[in-house]
């Protein structure tokens, strides 16, 4: 609520809410990692690599498994969707083949919901991998924009400010080319508008990576 | 994954260990483990840690209909779930026996201790109630789950506000917070849990056991309590004799244990309402300590996005745009068509017999309908005609009769007609 | 032949790079083209609308009922349409008995976020008696045979399925208070958009249009683009995979325009030749 307020303080300009990260909080998983994006706040717990179930063992890379818990309720199909996308994303950056037979599993739970959900999981799952040391060719950062009946782009939405828009994308953007990993859109939007989405995300993904290189940066400054 | 067992020599040292008094994490036999309290920006939402051991609540409130009967009091849920973020051992949405017990415990310790007014949560007797529902996550397990999740339950119970409502004859209106402030639950008062693990078949007594020494107790004793020193239920696990003076030592000690707790979750809940009302900042981001090197924050961050628009501009214009080239769809019956002339798929006689006649139904096609234009008569003339010819699908006919139709009725066969099509139609039908 | 044969088994990726070497692919394709597809509208009779569409080899089967219910109470002149999408035993080995898995689970959920989306069909069309009484399309699709591309088949018949139904009309008798229903009267839905969908999966930054399941085993990434008849997107779905310059979804999302208008005019002309019978 108290970011709200501010966003309407700052203008017309987009901009990213504040972040906040506190990586390795929990003392069971091997990586963990807490991520509050606005009043938005997601925890992410990775095991691994582990054991794996022979049932689910490939042989030549490492099985992953993504849980996406809801605050309120079981998960439905909702947040089996979302945990494909979420899946698919870390297979594609995490170096799996070095560790075949094995398990990575990523467990998310939902702390708030206050707005840009999905990007807030994206985030803080990375923070994740990167605190439970898995090798990644990339890392990568979640960008929630939203366009409202004019067509204007509102970076890092706010709840309320979701539900008044036309159209909510969410791309996954990797570190190394700025490229799109993962994309997902809620409303419709025109060909143009997309492309702005995509350009204005990926100069909202260096701050993310900024903050990546900053956080690690203090991780690792007494050394 | 299975859990990693503990081995025999740590089973012996931390044994030998309580034997002499002492504890792993330097604690003393009565001591609990540190308790913190943080509480989210929405109501009925927190985080308690007790030690390393993390649960996270959530109080929630929906309209309905009572059960029948009980018909003027609300209904109270429990959900304790144990996320496999936990503790790697907890498998997502089994229903283990440790859970099954942990709900029980729970529900004896808020619901049957009659804590929470259900009367007061009555709208309109026999029709509408509220339910709420208390969900617990276990975030992070280091024993003593139970002693936590009861501290999360009463706490999110006492923090939750829930939305105020009217009845005007029979009419509910809900008032949004921003009409009426939300109003609190009513709470007679607050039960705790508090555990003790026994060792050496009763000799040695622990209060709030952590993970290691729940592996190596011999039984398990919870008591909840609430600050009156009102014992609201107690359970005895793990199959050990208690002598009398053991419980009633126990019930001495969980009546000063309550009463710290008790204090605690005041003081942590008015300074969360202080600082609400005053406007201040609250929140899980308020809570996680700034000076942590494993923690790190930014202040909102404004993004240039000024020369996004040439950048998609420039992109789309370099694309190659859509091809004007389209495949012309190839009509089979009516009600079938295809388009394409990639491969063909390979199950079928169906494509297979067809194939000549599609050849040469196209060839008619172009010649009697210009290039496929799709008016509706010649489209309608080259079906009938092709029909009379090959019957291409026999049973097409059949696939447009509705179940629906009454009897007797004109045997209205197509059912994406229109009322003026229904003369055009007649031929057809009859010609069957 | 069977020395061809045994290199596809024991090194299908190299097996498939060589044909993409060539610009082509094992089936004969090119990159950029479709499987034939094939559409039949009206299969079920049951059904009030009904579709079976083939793409190649990947079959799916589309019955929509409608039913009455009572309109949610935040929404009181709103109707629902529920989407549910079923890969069967039957229509490939890799799916397993039991409870739906999470390909079904993503699929269906997919086909909601379009309809949601795209507003194929207003929700306030389904409404009947403002607050009493609403329809409820139940979608379901049932996928026969899998091979590969299962979104766009789906898309494709829910579609067509959706164009066929026909609702009776429905009066309120006064005195009872009972739904009346005319079946002698029936209107088809007003549909507002027509999604169509164009899935392309990613194999070393090439673009290959409508996979086969083969070629989506050994894909590292897929994409769907949902368009409706203006150009609009509806959905760019793209679940994590390899990753994507702006400029080469530019390519996916032209592709898909083009699959859109092949794709409506198969659709006009099915329900024009439907309507003319």
């Known amino acids: 609520m108290e970011t709200e307020q501010k966003r309407f303080d700052s203008g017309d300009l987009p901009a990213l809410r504040r972040i906040l990260c506190e990586q390795g909080l929990l003392s069971r998983p091997d990586g963990s990692a807490s991520w509050i994006q606005g009043d938005t706040s997601v925890l992410v717990g990775i095991y691994g690599p582990t054991e794996v179930k022979v049932s689910k063992e490939i042989y030549d890379k490492a099985t992953f498994e993504v849980l996406l818990k809801p605050k309120i309720g079981l998960p439905g199909v ?67 924009c939203a366009l409202d009946a004019d067509g204007n782009i509102t970076l890092d939405p706010a709840m309320k400010q979701e539900k008044e828009a036309r159209a909510v994308l969410t791309f996954a953007i990797d570190s190394a080319e700025k490229k799109i990993l993962m994309s997902n859109t809620k409303g419709s939007c025109s060909v143009e508008e997309l492309q702005q989405c995509i350009a204005a995300s990926q100069r909202a993904a260096d701050t993310i990576f900024q903050f990546y290189r900053d956080s690690a940066h203090r991780k690792y400054s007494k050394w | 994954m299975k859990e990693t067992p503990l081995s025999n020599c740590e089973k012996r040292f931390l044994l030998r260990a309580i034997e002499e008094r002492k504890r792993l994490d330097g604690r003393q036999c009565y001591d609990y483990r540190n308790i913190r309290i943080s509480f989210g920006t929405d109501y009925g ?57 942990l709900n029980r415990l729970l529900e004896r310790c808020l619901r049957n201790s009659k804590c929470i007014d259900t009367e007061s949560l009555c709208v309109v007797a026999g029709e509408k109630v509220w339910q709420i529902r208390v969900d617990l996550h276990l975030l992070n397990h280091n024993g003593n789950i139970i002693d936590a999740a009861s501290i999360a339950a009463i706490v999110a119970l006492c923090h939750f506000r829930r939305p105020d409502v009217s009845v005007q004859g029979e009419e509910v209106t809900l008032y949004t917070p921003e009409e009426r402030d939300p109003v609190p639950l009513s709470i007679h008062h607050m039960p705790i849990c508090v555990s003790f693990a026994f060792f050496q078949q009763g000799t040695y007594l622990l209060v709030d056991p952590s993970e290691q020494e729940e592996r190596v107790m011999d039984g398990l004793l919870v008591i909840a309590m609430n600050k009156h020193c009102e014992i609201c239920t107690i359970q005895s696990s793990g199959g050990i004799m208690l002598l009398k003076d053991q419980v009633l030592l126990c019930s001495k000690v969980t009546g000063v244990k309550v009463a710290e707790i008790t204090e605690l979750i005041q003081k942590a809940l008015a300074n969360d309402q202080k600082v609400r009302k005053e ?48 495949a012309n769809p190839v009509l089979w019956a009516p009600g079938t068509a295809q388009i394409g ?78 009322k003026q099509d229904i003369a055009s139609k007649k031929p057809v039908s009859k010609k069957k | 032949m069977a020395a061809a044969g045994g290199f596809r088994t024991v090194e299908p990726l190299e097996y498939y790079r060589r044909f993409l070497k060539e610009n082509c692919r094992p089936d004969g394709r090119e990159l950029g083209e479709f499987r034939t597809t094939t559409v039949n509208v009206g299969s079920i009779t049951t059904a009030d609308g009904s579709a079976l569409v083939k793409l190649g080899n990947t079959t799916v089967i589309c019955g929509i009922k409608a039913e009455f219910a009572v309109p949610p109470v935040d929404s009181s002149n709103k109707g629902y349409i529920v989407p549910n999408v079923d890969l069967p035993l039957l229509c490939s080995s890799r799916f397993r008995p039991g409870p739906p898995g999470e390909e079904a689970q993503a699929a269906s959920q997919f086909m909601a976020d379009v309809i949601e989306n795209s507003q194929v069909v207003m929700k306030e069309d389904l409404c009947i008696v403002d607050g009493k009484l609403a329809w409820v399309l139940y979608c379901d699709m049932i996928c026969l045979d899998y091979d590969g591309n299962l979104l766009d088949a789906c898309m494709c018949a829910f579609l067509a399925a959706l164009k066929n139904v026909q609702l ?44 086969t399941a083969e070629e989506e085993d050994l894909a590292t990434g897929t994409v769907t683009i949902v368009t409706d008849e203006e150009g609009k997107l509806c959905a760019v779905h793209k679940p994590g995979g390899s990753t994507l310059t702006g400029a080469k979804l530019q390519d996916c999302i032209s592709r898909a325009v083009t699959r859109h208008k092949e794709v409506k005019k198969l659709l006009d002309k099915l329900i024009k030749s439907k309507k003319a019978k």
């Open chain 1, 78 to 144: 909702y947040e089996r969707s979302r945990e494909q996308m979420i899946k698919k994303t870390c297979e594609a950056v995490v170096l799996g083949t070095l560790h075949p037979r094995s398990s990575i599993t990523i467990v998310i739970q939902v702390v708030t919901d206050a707005g840009s959900l999905l990007s807030s999981c994206l985030n803080a799952t990375c923070m994740g991998l990167v605190d439970a040391g898995l090798p990644m060719n990339s890392l990568f950062c979640g960008v929630t």
């Open chain 2, 45 to 101: 939402c927190c985080i308690v840690e007790l030690g390393k051991t993390r649960v996270l609540g959530q109080v929630s409130c929906e309209l309905v209909s009572p059960k029948p009967n009980r018909a003027t009091e609300g209904i109270l849920f429990f959900n304790l779930e144990l996320s496999p973020m936990a503790s790697p051992a907890f498998e997502p949405g089994r229903q283990s026996d440790l859970l099954v017990k």
């Open chain 2, 279 to 326: 406007g201040g900042k609250f929140g899980f981001a308020e809570s996680i300590p700034n000076q942590r090197i494993t923690a790190f924050k930014i202040e909102q961050a404004t993004i240039d996005t000024d020369d996004v628009q040439e950048q998609a501009e420039e992109i789309i214009a370099k694309a190659s745009p859509p091809s004007e080239v389209l």
């Open chain 3, 168 to 211: 009776p009309a429905v009066s309120i008798n006064e005195e009872t208070g009972l739904a009346e229903v005319n079946l002698k009267e029936k209107t088809p839905l007003t549909i507002r958009k027509e999604p169509v969908a164009a899935s392309f999966i990613l194999f070393d930054s090439l673009l290959i249009v409508d996979p």
């Open chain 2, 341 to 418: 002339e990639g491969v063909e798929n390979s199950w079928g006689d169906f494509e297979e017999s067809e194939k000549e006649e599609e050849e040469e139904e196209v060839a008619q096609d172009k010649s009697t309908t210009d290039d496929q234009t799709m008016e509706m008569g010649d489209t309608s003339v080259g079906n009938q005609d092709k029909k009379d010819e090959t019957i291409v699908l026999s049973d097409s006919e059949e696939e447009d009769v509705i179940i629906l139709e009454p009897e007797g009725a004109q045997k209205n066969r197509t059912e994406t007609s229109y």
